[in-house]
């Protein structure tokens, strides 16, 4: 590999690799897109009903009417197996970018795939719990500085989701869970690699899938402008662009990431 | 030495049309953003055939196969003259800083003198973002290579500053006549074909025949518009940008 851009080029190209896979990927984001959908519309609805009782400003949980909350619960429920099942999805697209498997991974074994969504989402989680207590803390205890203390937890924010990286994909390597948080391993992996290397390119992942998504919004823009022509209604617009989004392009976008995740760890202990 | 570089370029970028036509389409198409990405992702291949090739060599005009390797180089060409262009802006934006901070007569001088720096800098920067994107585009794009300021500098030392900046003119000369002569031409042509239609028109309808004029008008600028989105554009980048590709292969 002559230049570690490969990495995104071969990112890019790898999802189209296997369109049919994409597709059912895309099934499961349009699912879980129209459910997310679903919640904000009944919480729209708590809302309207929480403002419909007047005189009262405190916020009484038995106002709420029972069967929109039991909704609510039951669809965020249903949503976060969905995304646990795409996070499954998206740890063995790292582990086959590691393997250099030009494959896209099966959807046969869903309880695996739930299972290691959940270590993806475990790590995820772990990784960016400091920073966000430092948020929280700097917006709720220090009232007069918390810009500072919002700046710090960004630079956290960053660093963590830097560190996330290839902490990720060494738990994936290994199959350990405990590995993802072998901060001495996982630096000494990114040294290996060179740090300027290493943020150098996923700043120019960053940018590329900036630009991709520019580029589709500008495209999605006149594709809703020619359903508001023909079709007036704004639910079924926001709903087509719902499911082309999770369709086509939330599938190309997470399995184009985690390959370039992979690639990156692939990159770094080749050259030790 | 020049003149060998520019005759090569200019054979070579007329070798074929219909990639002029391909550029053109990308051109029309920009407003959709990555067919910029596409047009920069072409010229770094024109100047990776250059520098790997040699002045009077046969090589052929890259294809458009492979976009996304073709998107991804364009996305580095321009992060690479986004990060030269930076420099002197930041100069120029420091200075300015200064001059409005004195507010005097000596604020003023510096003014001057701020501008005057970053548009030396804004020169040099110019001339090593283009040996930047060669030197890239030689070490088969390795995007450090871009930044190796030492490597560049020693690059552009050994073609000579001198050749460097007389090529640069030369090369902005030719763009310009170029484009101007093409505009002109086209101008020319279709200011005669409505006078004459205005003459010929005003023995017979009068007020037909000046709206038709003014017709004519008009579409003699959208015919420059198009020619020079869809021939001379595309052809004096190419020429550009391999004229460039070959300056930096004359190095000893």
Known sequence: ?272 | MILDIYKDSFEYAAKDWKTLIVLGVFCLLSFLLIPIFLITGYIYRVVDNAVHGVINGRDPLPEFNDIVDMFIDGVKVVIVQIVYLIVPIIIFLIFAAIASSLNNAIGAVIMMLGCLISIIVGIICCLMTQMGICHMAYNDGAFSKAFEIREIKEVIDEIGWFNCIITYLGLIIITVSIASVVTIIIGLIFTILGFSGAILGSATAGGMMAAATGGIFILGMLMNIFVSMFIVGPYLSIFNYRSIGLLYTMQI
Request: glycine share 4%; net charge neutral; proline share 2%.
């Open chain 1, 1 to 272: 590999m002559a230049s570690i851009t490969d990495c995104v080029s071969e990112g890019l190209k790898y999802p189209l690799n296997d369109v049919k896979k994409l597709l059912i990927l895309g099934v499961f984001f349009t699912i879980s897109n129209i459910i997310l959908f679903g919640i904000f519309e009944e919480n729209l609805h708590v809302f309207r009903v929480l403002a419909l009782v007047k005189g009262t400003l405190s916020f009484r949980f038995s106002q709420i009417p029972p069967n929109d909350i039991y909704i609510i619960a039951a669809l965020t429920v249903i949503s976060f197996i969905i995304s646990l099942i795409i996070l499954g999805y998206q740890y063995i697209v790292i582990k086959f970018s590691i393997d250099a498997n030009n494959n896209l991974p099966e959807f046969g074994d869903i309880a695996n795939l739930l299972v290691n969504g959940l270590k993806y989402f475990a790590v995820s989680l772990i990784y960016n719990i400091i920073p966000t207590i430092v948020l929280i803390a700097g917006v709720e205890l220090i009232q007069d500085v918390d810009y500072i203390m919002s700046i710090i937890s960004f630079i956290l924010f960053l660093i963590c989701n830097f560190l996330l990286i290839m902490a990720l994909a060494n738990m994936i390597d290994s199959n350990e869970f405990k590995k993802a948080f072998d901060l001495k391993e996982i630096t000494d992996k990114i040294s290996k690699l060179g740090w300027v290397k290493y943020i150098s390119i996923i700043l120019f992942t960053i940018i590329i899938y900036g630009i991709i998504m520019l580029a589709l919004g500008i495209i999605l823009m006149f594709i809703s402008m020619f359903i508001a022509v023909a079709i007036n209604q704004a639910m079924i617009i926001a709903s087509i662009l719902l499911i082309i989004d999770g369709l086509f392009i939330m599938p190309y976008i997470s399995v184009f990431f985690n390959k370039v995740y992979g690639s990156i760890y692939r990159e770094a202990i080749k050259n030790a």
